[in-house]
Every structure is written in C-alpha cells, then in structure tokens.
C-alpha cells in the first residue's frame, strides 16, 4: 500500500507540478488558489473512479481497453506511452534543474540529469526493483512533504487570502487549469498507484476496503502536498519580489528562506524528480506489456524507456522548464481518453469487474468531470505551440 501510496503522490507532485505551481502562483497571486481546489477536486474522483474500478477488475487500464474493444487498449498504451515518454523527459530535465539548485548553481542540468537516469537505471536493474521501489518512492515523498512544510511556513503567505480566492477567485484561467490537472493526474499518472496494486495482487470486490484507503490515502497526501507548495509560492509572491524567469520554483525557495532553501528546494525537486522518472517509466511499460510478462525483460524495456528519455533531453537543449509546463498540458490532452475507458466500464460492462458495483454517486461525479476535462482539454489544443513559446 505505501509503494502505491507513493508512486502515486510523487507522480502527481513531480517536477511538472512544481514548476507549474510555481510558475503560476507567480503570475496569478492567491487567485491560483482556485486551481489548486479545482486540481484536488478532479484528483479526488478521477482517482476514486480509477482505482475502485480498475481494482475489482485486476486489470490494468489497457487491458480492460482491449476487452472493451479489442485493439483500443494497444491505442491507449501508445497514447500513455508517448504522454510518458514527454513526462519522462520533463522528469529528468526536472532532476537537472534539482541538482543545479542543489550544488548552488556548479553542475549543469544536463549533467544532473544524465546521473540521475543512471540512479533511476540502478533501480529497475536490482533484482528485489518491486521491493525497492515501494521503499525509495516512500522515504522521497516523506522528505517532499517535510521540506516543503519548512519552506511554507518560513515565507509567511497570506492564508485568509487563499482560502477566499479559492472559491471567489479575481481571476481564471482555464488553459492555466487544464494544464495543472495534466500535470498531477495527466497521462500516466492518474493510474501509477493502481498499476502497482494491481501488479502486488491485491485485487477484487473483496479488496474493495484496501484499495479505496490506498486511494483516499493517497489524495490526501498530494492534497497536502499540493498546498504546502501554493502557500510557500505565494507567500514569496506576496512581498512583491520579482522571481527568475528560468528556475521560478528555486527562487521561490531561495527567497523563503535563503541558500538553505535553495538547496532544499533542490533536494525537493531532485526527489521529485527521480520518483517521477521511475513512476513514469513503471506505469508507461505497464501499460505496454500484459501482466505476467517476464519481470527481467520489463525490467530492461523500463531501462530502454529511461535511456530514450534521458538521450532526447540531452539532445533537445536547454529549456527544461518550458518542457515541464509543456508536458503538463500535453498529458492534460491524454487525461479524457484513458478515464472515458474507466468509466464506460464502470457503466456499461459490470461484467469486468467481477460483481463489483461501483457506487451511482461515484460514476455520475466522474461523468462530470470527465465532461469537464474534455471540454478543458479540447480548448487546450490550439494552446500547445504558445504554451512550448
């Protein structure tokens, strides 16, 4: 459960959400306040959908895809692949910018990078990577969350503020919205921690009890994540401080609480980094080969994943958190695809899930929201070539 717990909550706070909320918050105020509400809001019944319903099953999203409509789930792992593959890349450059911060400026990103896909490589290719992987995921999030609390309460923010502005904003943006969803539930995202579950065994109506902590568990820790860095962001912004246009999200931290809070940032964001990398690379091969599938050879085709991601970022140049902010919005294009499968099963073919019934107010919520984010996602297209400029 905490694996999953984990992987869950560090895909969803990787890189892409740090810089994005930092980004953001720096150019919104408090009034981002109500993306934040609106991102955990989404979070809440997408994840709930997603888990219950991919939980009863046993399956995993592209298998149930494929069961739906044969040929489907292979169209959606190619999607969720190329989304990861973007994420991927987004993730190292994230390493990148973590290490630099984290050293005071002497490594290059690349550089940081390069060493971080090498750790990320380590991992998979440990003979116990399932047991490893729920321990490193575990302590890398723990470490987030206590950095972050340090950095929130150090910058002071204006909290009566937010909590007005997020149900009475002055301003919203959706294109700013559709993006911060894409990049904490996004793509692959959203079914990291169920891929995990499932994979452990611990499926089926009879582990409806497990699975739904394991899922309410894991909201409520991005849910506090996810205003920890709000807070800390916007009590910097609120002094009027102009912050770096490149590395937002480091200066954010350096204001806070000096050059302890740069390199705490980039501890925060190298951890968030590299869980990112590994939930990236775990989830987007899950979804490329069927369960049972030889654990040696998936563990060398998540290898391949991460020594493709890693060569395109260090071919691309330097714009790392461009790419962040465009992965972001690029997996928020993905998002209504691979929950519109979910949910059709839940619907219409009970018959996957094992007599599982998923509750009515469950399924009318995620047919909400599904609406929500296809109309989001769908004005978002055109956005993509101004969001990567």
Known sequence: MIGAIFLMATSAIGPGFLTQTSVFTAKMGAAF????????IVDVVIQLNVWRI??????????????????????????????????????????????????GGSVDPKIGGAISAIIAIVVF?????????????????????????????????PVAEAMRQSVAPDAVDFKVITTLIGGSIGGYIVFAGVHRLIDAGHTGPENMDYVS?????????????????????????????ALSEDNTAADVFYQAAGDFGRRAFGLVLWAAGLSSVIGASFTSISFLTKQGFDPKK??????????????????????????????????GLILPIGFAVVLFAGFFRRDLLRGYKPPVWMLALGAITLIGCVWMGWGSISNLPAVWS
């Open 298 to 331: 998936r563990g060398w085709l998540t290898v391949g994943f991460i020594v493709i991601s890693a060569v395109i970022y260090l071919l691309l140049g330097s714009a790392p958190q461009r790419l962040l902010i465009f992965a972001g919005a690029f997996n």
């Open 125 to 157: 290719l440990w003979k116990r990577a399932g047991a490893a992987l729920d321990v490193i995921v575990g302590i890398l999030g723990a470490m987030m969350i206590l950095l972050m609390l340090y950095v929130a309460i150090s910058s002071n923010p």
């Open 213 to 241: 902590r394991s899922a309410v568990t894991g909201i409520i820790v991005t849910g506090i994540m996810r205003v920890l860095l709000f807070l800390a962001v916007l009590g910097v912004v609120a002094t009027g401080v």
């Open 33 to 40: 306040a109500f993306a934040i509400l609106l991102s955990i």
């Open 54 to 103: 991919l939980g009863a099953s046993g399956l995993r999203a592209s298998e149930m895809a494929n069961a739906l409509l044969p040929g489907l789930g292979w169209f959606l792992a190619i999607l969720v692949g190329i989304g990861g593959l973007v994420f991927n890349i987004g993730n190292i450059a994230g390493t990148g910018l973590g290490v630099q911060a984290l050293t």
